[in-house]
């Protein structure tokens, strides 16, 4: 299981932010989340590429890693 945390995300206006992870595994049933803290249970060993996009209702960010699950 691992665990992925996108609560550092701010706003300069304080604004509400919203979540959209994609975990990069497109076979899983549970790819996505739009919790600030998910989690995500890979079903095999490789090295996914996960993508956050942190959206204020008016601007979008977007950062994404790679990682590797063994």
Known sequence: MATFD???S?????DVL???WNF???????NT???????HA???SGTYTV???VNDGINSAF????????
């Not at 701010?10 to 304080?14: C, I, L, S, V, Y």
Request: net charge negative.
């Open 10 to 14: 701010t706003d300069p206006e304080n």
């Open 6 to 8: 996108g609560t550092l």
């Open 63 to 70: 950062i994404d890693r790679d990682v590797t699950v063994e």
């Open 33 to 39: 989340s739009t919790d600030a803290s998910p989690d």
């Open 18 to 20: 919203t979540y959209a």
């Open 24 to 30: 990069g595994e497109p076979t899983s049933v549970s």
């Open 42 to 44: 890979y079903s095999a």
């Open 51 to 53: 993508e956050l996009t």
